[in-house]
């Protein structure tokens, strides 16, 4: 009897590879899986990078100038020049109801309203303006919309301040020389004359001519923004590609692997695959541990594809190799726990992707990528720091930014969860 029970237990590694290898050839028959695993990562990374280096390069613009100056046209020209936008001069009765149209039609991304009198209120030194007309039923074109145009014309803008503080600087030099004068002839007068009436006169005079020298100094761009701000960041990382990878592989990982392992414990429950497992003498921990290396495998190749696009694209990372093994470990490990609990729970595989979905798309909202988790009420703070993705992006930053390794202990939660599911399946 006990040679029999060590035979086995020397036989139990040889059993988790065939487990491991039944697992993937079955990811392999059952393609639209391997699909999902494979080419959503490739999509995903290219869709978010794309995002990041927007293309504006023909996109079209409906305009209405009402002013038709020179100053006007340097603005269309700014746009045409930086941007690569198209201009669309509309010039009807009714351009600006034309302009709408254009805009509601698709024909146009947004339009712009140069009023009368821009030019003429550049020139006397007084705010202009210029309306932008936008879809504002689409939020992040909206938000966007703003910053971009600012950006666009912040050269032009630059010009148009030196152009002021050049005339401010004439126009003040020449109120001095004028008041020079002034005081030229009070002084000829205070000698001929000697008059006590006349030194207040003076000293007036000159008090307005320092006025007029504290003037003479003040910088126009102090006048429009007297606080400039300029973000520093405190890490040596030298693009957002960087940083991009350590929050979309985990939402990557944590989506994929949940699906594939649910639907992964309902078609071995559904071909009573469990069943058998349990009637011959391979242990059911050992069963586990095959799923785990296997989606390990899975969460190693996507990570791979991505370091290789994001590595292509320029990023750059400090890495180091063993915390970056323990991590990936770790993510794989999780993901799969909880996608094996999702399948266990479920009667079905579309039970099962709902809960994943239902699932993914808080913790999603959670992690940070979409709005800062620091401005969260407190207690959302609270529970979002110990959630899966958001204590993955944490970890994903260490291994791949600072090049700091990851401590065994945070195998913690998996270690739990792999005794869960153990007794979850020895009840079934």
Not at 79 to 97: A, R, S, V
Not at 172 to 198: C, E, P, Q, R, Y
Request: net charge negative.
């Amino acid at each position: 009897m006990n040679m029999t029970y060590a035979k086995n237990i020397l036989n139990i590694p040889q059993k988790i590879a065939g487990l491991v290898k039944r697992d993937i050839a079955l990811l392999l028959r059952r393609k639209k899986y391997l699909y999902l695993a494979l080419a959503l990562p490739i999509i995903l990374s290219l869709i978010y990078l794309s995002s990041m280096n927007p293309q504006f390069a023909g996109k079209s613009i409906a305009v209405c100038d009402f002013d038709n100056t020179q100053e006007s046209e340097d603005i269309l020209t700014a746009l045409t020049d930086i941007e690569g936008f198209k201009i669309t001069l509309l010039d009807t009765d009714k351009c600006e109801d034309e302009l709408i149209s254009k805009i509601k039609s698709g024909d146009c991304v947004f339009g712009m309203v140069i009023e009368e009198g821009f030019s003429e209120n550049i020139r006397n030194f007084e705010r202009s303006y210029i309306q932008i007309y936008h879809d504002n039923t689409n939020i992040a074109f909206s938000n966007f919309l703003g910053w971009k145009i600012d950006d666009a014309l912040i050269d032009y803008k630059r010009e148009i301040l030196g152009i002021a503080n050049d005339g401010i600087k004439v126009n003040t030099k020449s109120m001095k020389d004028d008041l020079g004068v002034a005081i030229a002839f009070v002084d000829i007068a205070d000698k001929n004359i000697g008059s006590a009436s006349i030194r207040p006169l003076r000293q007036r005079l000159l008090e307005v001519d320092d006025s007029l020298d504290m003037i003479s100094r003040v910088d126009t761009d102090f006048l429009v923004n007297p606080i400039m701000t300029q973000k520093k960041g405190i890490y040596a990382i030298r693009n957002s590609e960087d940083v991009v990878i350590t929050y979309l592989f985990p939402i990557v990982a944590f989506f994929i692997i949940l699906m594939l392992a649910g639907t992964s414990i309902i078609y071995d429950k559904k071909t009573n695959f469990i069943t058998r497992i349990k009637a011959s003498t391979t242990p059911l921990w050992a069963y586990i541990l095959s799923k785990l290396i296997f989606f390990f495998i899975i969460t190693l190749s996507q990570f791979a594809i991505l370091f290789v696009l994001f590595a292509v694209r320029g990023a750059a990372f400090d890495i180091s190799l063993s915390g970056l093994l323990i991590a990936l470990l770790l993510i794989s490990f999780t993901d799969t726990i909880i996608g094996m609990l999702i399948g266990i729970l479920s009667d079905n595989e579309g039970i099962a992707v709902l809960f994943a979905l239902i699932l993914a798309l808080p913790l999603m909202f959670l992690s940070g990528i979409f709005f800062p988790v620091e401005f969260m009420p407190g207690f959302v703070q609270a529970l979002a720091w110990v959630l899966p993705i958001n204590t993955h992006i944490t970890i994903m930053k260490e291994v791949l930014l600072f090049g700091t390794g990851i401590p065994l202990g945070v195998f913690y939660s998996s270690v739990i969860g792999f005794l869960v599911v153990y007794g979850l399946l020895v009840k079934k």
